[in-house]
């Protein structure tokens, strides 16, 4: 039977404490499995809302695509996975259909609650008080920006 000296006792006290860097490690990969799951979980989700969206687009339908370019639906082809957009009145251009990222809703143009239109601010020089040609000072202390006499 061998002797345990002094230069081998920390060695064998290491080895009986090894259990709890193994329980550790087991947690991080749980977790690290648990984040996984839930990000591919979540991915899969856009992707079917993407591919129900897609399935609906209907000449008319006014999207973006994913370069950030606005456009109306002319023409729809699924089976060559093309989308013909008109971005401009005359000009048209075709786009891989999941290069279209969005359906644009249409704004209403509606006054926030509580607020009268008639009272809104105006620009008719009609119904302006100043007389015509009136020209404002800008206070140059409240201005930060140096001036060009400042500058020489």
Sequence with gaps: MPVATAATLPVIAQQAQGGGGSLLML??????AVMLFLSFRRGKKVQQQQAQMRSTLAPGDEVMTGAGIFGTVVAVDTAGQRVTLETAPGTRMDVHLQGVTTVVEPETAEAPAGVDPAAAPTTDPSRLDDAPGTEYRVDD???PRPRRDDLA
């Design 141 to 143: 202390a409240a201005d």
């Design 27 to 32: 947690v991080a990969f749980a977790v690290l």
